[in-house]
């Protein structure tokens, strides 16, 4: 519902297959209008991806929550976004949302990256996440950064996503932003 209050059109039917099998969620700048979201249909169709589904659709809030202001005028000298391979977004510029570069997302690229930080913030608030750990893995979690390849860490991130039912990735690169995981040989995240 806090999506829809700040979009034009939100579509959860996509067929986003065009864009390549890893996009799953797109956000349609307009200029002096609210933006358009079209999120892939496989998400809102399989009960067993509710997860993915929530954690997509809070990544595209943070797009248009944070992003939309940057496109209400046209610019005339640069283009930011190419909208020519799709038709439906009416050389509106358009930010595609694929999985790998959501997830793996440098903070150069600081759009993917400020969605995905929106998106861990919202969905795994610091406080609630923080008691949350500390009610099952407090001795771990005192004991300093896990490994992310520890049997223990598998636990966790398994835990977070339960608990606040976001995708695997999601929590997993929160409990890194949190420093409960080490970051030891992680190049980038983008959940925060």
């Known amino acids: 519902m806090l999506l829809e209050t700040e979009v034009d059109d939100l579509d959860l039917y996509a067929d986003l297959s065009t864009y390549g099998d890893n996009v799953e969620g797109i956000t349609i700048f307009c200029p002096n209008a609210k933006p358009r979201v079209k999120i892939e249909r496989k998400l809102s169709e399989s009960p067993s991806r509710e997860n993915r589904l929530r954690t ?27 909208a020519e391979d799709d038709p439906t977004a009416n050389g509106s ?56 390849t520890s049997s223990i860490a598998a636990e966790i ?6 608990k606040f039912q976001v995708s695997r ?20 995240h983008n959940f925060g």
Not at 56 to 82: Q, R
Not at 157 to 162: A, C, E, Q
Request: glycine fraction near 6%; include cysteine; charged fraction near 15%.
């Open 169 to 188: 990735e999601a929590a997993r690169i929160r409990l890194l932003r949190l420093k409960v995981l080490s970051n030891a040989g992680v190049t980038s």
């Open 56 to 82: 997509t659709l809070t990544h595209e809030f943070g797009h248009v929550h944070f992003h939309s202001h940057l496109f209400d005028k046209p610019a005339t000298s640069m283009d930011l976004f190419s």
């Open 93 to 148: 510029p358009l930010q595609l949302c694929k999985r790998d570069s959501i997830i793996n997302a440098p903070v150069v690229d600081w759009m993917e990256w400020q969605a995905g930080h929106v998106c861990g913030a919202i969905l795994m608030p610091v406080t609630q996440t923080n008691n949350f750990l500390l009610s099952g893995w407090a001795k771990e979690i005192n004991a300093g950064p896990i490994l992310p």
């Open 157 to 162: 991130v398994d835990g977070i996503k339960n």
